[in-house]
């Protein structure tokens, strides 16, 4: 692929594909919804970003056989490293937001929680909103309504052994968008990131033996 077809893929269908899954779970005219949808969807999408962001060299493979075309570590370096360029919150606790959601939502339906350094636990927090929003908490006297900013940890105020990872579904579709834009900036200026698209295209477009395992 050239450097225009390469952008022109990033704008017209990667963009135009999260418009169309992400967008309708954002704006259903209702004020709760869509946590877990557009998270996971998201998360989704920087996968196939971090592969291409890193590249493959031709020989990694699962233990099936498979390409090991997309990773952990290469999704959290493009976390760390471009979304993190944008906002720091993602280069400082981005890893977080992976292992809870996409790990968790994946494997085991709901998000996970996360036992951090020092014997807290971090919980998920979800909401609808602004950078700087709130979130409400249902405790044993009612609903707990706490100030948080997005992927900025919060203590828990119902107790002191939790902590709160706040994520606005919002901003997560809004700075997947702007990760593209830096991305496409990168691709233009340096020939070694397209070079890693191309490694991860031409991978992607090559048919592998079924590796389904029953």
């Known amino acids: 692929m050239t450097l225009e077809q390469v952008e022109n893929f990033l704008n017209n269908e990667v963009k135009g594909q999260i418009e169309l899954e992400i967008e309708p779970l954002l704006y259903p005219n209702q004020e709760t919804g869509g946590?877990?949808?557009v998270t996971l969807?998201?998360?989704?999408?920087l996968e196939f970003l971090g592969a291409a962001y890193t590249g493959y060299n031709g020989t990694e493979c699962y233990f099936n056989g498979a390409k090991k075309i997309s990773t952990?570590?290469?999704t959290l370096k493009f976390i760390a490293e471009?979304?993190?360029?944008?906002?720091q919150e993602y280069s400082e606790n981005g890893k977080f937001l992976y292992a809870m959601y996409r790990h968790g939502l994946v494997h085991l339906y709901q998000p996970r929680t996360i036992k951090l350094d020092g014997g807290k636990v971090?919980?998920?927090a979800a909401y609808k909103g602004e950078r700087?929003?709130?979130?409400?908490?249902n405790s044993d006297n009612g609903s707990v309504k706490v100030e948080v900013s997005h992927l900025k940890i919060a203590d828990d105020p119902r107790d002191g052994n939790f902590c709160l990872l706040p994520v606005s579904i919002n901003c997560l579709h809004e700075d997947l968008l702007a990760a593209i834009d830096k991305y496409l900036e990168l691709l233009k200026r340096d020939g070694d990131v397209?070079?890693?698209?191309q490694s991860v295209a031409n991978a992607i477009s090559e048919p592998e033996e079924s590796s389904v395992v029953d």
């Not at 700087?132 to 908490?137: D, K």
């Open 35 to 37: 946590y877990f949808g």
């Open 41 to 45: 969807q998201v998360l989704c999408f």
């Open 72 to 74: 952990s570590e290469k």
């Open 82 to 87: 471009v979304l993190g360029s944008l906002h």
């Open 122 to 124: 971090l919980i998920w």
């Open 132 to 137: 700087i929003g709130e979130v409400h908490l």
């Open 194 to 197: 397209l070079d890693k698209w």
